[in-house]
């Protein structure tokens, strides 16, 4: 759920992210603008730190019990595997 601007402003970068093919595609858009002169270094820099925001950020996810269940599983599978 959407609470504040920050989390409005990062899933606008979200979603332009996901229009551009993901997150390496944005990163390598934003270092081809940088090295032909259209950004600057900070600008470059604070772009890819948006992006790298919002590709952790967990907005639009809720955790599902099935999800969490198969985790337990896997560490203990894990635990006892060892």
């Known amino acids: 759920?959407?609470?504040?601007?920050?989390?409005?402003?990062?899933?606008?970068v979200l979603s332009l992210v996901e229009m551009q093919g993901g997150k390496m595609a944005a990163l390598q858009n934003i270092n081809e603008r940088y090295k032909t002169k259209h950004l600057t270094k900070k600008q470059a820099?604070?772009?890819?730190?948006?992006?790298?925001?919002?590709?952790?950020l967990k907005l639009q996810t809720k955790e599902s019990d099935l999800v969490l269940e198969l985790d337990s599983k896997i560490k203990e599978a894990v635990k006892y595997f060892r």
Do not use: C, F, P, R
């Not at 820099?45 to 952790?56: E, G, M, P, R, W």
């Open 1 to 12: 759920m959407i609470t504040t601007k920050e989390q409005m402003k990062m899933l606008g």
């Open 45 to 56: 820099h604070d772009l890819k730190t948006l992006v790298n925001q919002s590709a952790s």
